[in-house]
């Protein structure tokens, strides 16, 4: 089950907001305590999911652009010695044991970068050197392999696109409506194997992102006495903007759109009673010269919003 640890991890994955209190921060946009954050943190320290926080440099940028990935043939009972060797060096930034292949036979890597070609390859020659001394290698087969063009360089994806595809499922699933219970997310969150926590994590996440412009009812006002009526006006184009004004500053007026028509402008009333539609619509054409022309619901036959996943 994905636990609220993981969207933590994930989020610290894409860098620490830049600001002078960054984990309060990030504690607000998903919705925890900075002190839910420091255990999380310090929890994946201890067993090293984390290696540490801080820059994560592109060497590039910094004149180092001669980058050479060096491979070495090491008989199994010498590689862990061999690892802790090249481990020593101040110019070799990374060190790793892997499996062979029978057209690849090579399973110990390590990265050295510079600012020139000559300076690396003389790294290179006295690790092949010391380790021919300190390990009697008579024959060491080993190759180097010089960067020559930068494609992509990222960090690890590591939840990205299944959040992405767990917000929309969400409103999906949510569109139908919580159960009016204690625990109103217990029963999704079994459907949908993530924790309670994280379902009410993100929905925070939605509004705070302003996916979401609320999470509550939706009423239906007519049963209310009420009635949401659909406007459409035709506005020149030169006054679009001072009619879009006084249009908005009606209270009554919910929903106000352009749209590629003659009739460019839409906009939605809700008011109290059926009488105060005319009401507002009479001020609206007065202050304006338009006609607003209302088109009141008849009959409502779905009312949905399906993301596609």
């Not at 609220?4 to 960054?22: A, R, T, Y």
């Not at 008579?138 to 960090?155: A, I, P, R, V």
């Not at 929905?203 to 007519?222: A, C, T």
Request: hydrophobic fraction near 40%.
């Amino acid at each position: 089950m994905l636990q609220v640890e993981q969207v933590v991890l994930h989020e610290l994955s894409q860098g620490l907001p830049l600001v002078s209190e960054p984990y309060r921060t990030l504690a607000e946009k998903l919705w925890l305590t900075e002190n839910e954050i420091f255990s999380i943190i310090d929890k994946n320290k201890k067993n090293k999911t984390i290696r540490r926080l801080g820059p994560v440099a592109q060497h590039r940028q910094f004149g180092y652009d001669q980058n050479a990935m060096v491979v070495f043939e090491i008989k199994n009972n010498l590689i862990e010695k061999v690892g802790l060797k090249l481990k020593t060096y101040a110019f070799v930034t990374l060190c790793y044991q892997r499996r062979a292949h029978p057209q690849w036979p090579y399973n110990l890597y390590c990265m050295i970068h510079g600012k020139s070609r000559q300076r690396v390859e003389a790294h290179i020659q006295q690790i092949q050197q010391d380790l021919k001394a300190d390990f009697d290698f008579s024959d060491l087969n080993t190759k180097t392999l010089f960067s020559t063009k930068l494609f992509k360089q990222t960090g690890a994806n590591y939840l990205g696109s299944f959040l992405a595809d767990l917000d929309k499922t969400l409103i999906n699933e949510l569109q139908s409506g919580i159960e009016i219970t204690e625990r109103p997310f217990k029963k999704l969150s079994e459907q949908l194997q993530v924790t309670e926590e994280l379902i009410v994590s993100r929905i925070h996440f939605l509004k705070q992102s302003k996916k979401l412009s609320r999470f509550g009812p939706l009423y239906n006002v007519e049963a209310f006495g009420g009635k949401f009526t659909l406007v459409a006006m035709h506005v020149p184009q030169p006054e679009f903007d001072e009619v879009n004004t006084h249009v908005n500053s009606f209270k009554e007026v919910a929903h106000n759109y352009e749209r590629e028509h003659f009739y460019n402008m839409w906009f939605v009333t809700a008011t109290e009673t059926p009488e105060q539609t005319d009401s507002v619509l009479q001020t609206i054409a007065n202050k304006t010269g338009l006609v607003p022309v209302p088109l009141p619901k008849l009959e409502e036959y779905f009312l949905s919003l399906r993301l596609d996943l």
